[in-house]
């Protein structure tokens, strides 16, 4: 699935990505977190990459990780890059995105 975000994020998570998960009320309060600096005069960049981040970081396989970025980029009106998601998930994937699809050109 080509220029597919959340497959492209499932292909490069490991299964047991964590030691410890989150449960459903912990993920809706991220997921709250995340609507709430979407939704901030001043988008903070930043501040969404930790909660993607802490949210990455609780899943424990790349099939969890496909179906959060696509409830995350369905379910919000927010303007998230894709670079924000790659960083977050690992902060060279986009670099290796990049020269992935350089050297298909």
């Known amino acids: 699935e080509v220029g597919d975000l959340a497959t492209l ?13 989150l449960n459903l009320i912990q993920v809706n309060r991220l997921l709250d977190e995340l609507a709430q600096v979407g939704e ?16 990455y970081r609780s899943l424990s396989s790349g099939l969890e990780v496909k179906w ?5 980029l369905k379910q919000t009106q927010l303007d998230l890059q894709p670079r924000l ?8 994937l986009f670099r290796l ?9």
């Not at 959060?68 to 995350?72: Q, V």
Request: charged residues 25%; without cysteine.
């Open 9 to 21: 994020l499932m292909t490069y998570a490991e299964d047991g990505l964590s030691a410890e998960s």
């Open 40 to 55: 901030a005069e001043s988008f903070d960049r930043s501040q969404a990459a930790e909660i993607l981040g802490r949210l």
């Open 68 to 72: 959060l970025t696509r409830i995350i």
């Open 85 to 92: 998601f790659m960083d977050a998930f690992h902060r060279s």
């Open 97 to 105: 995105y990049n020269l992935r699809n350089n050297l298909r050109e």
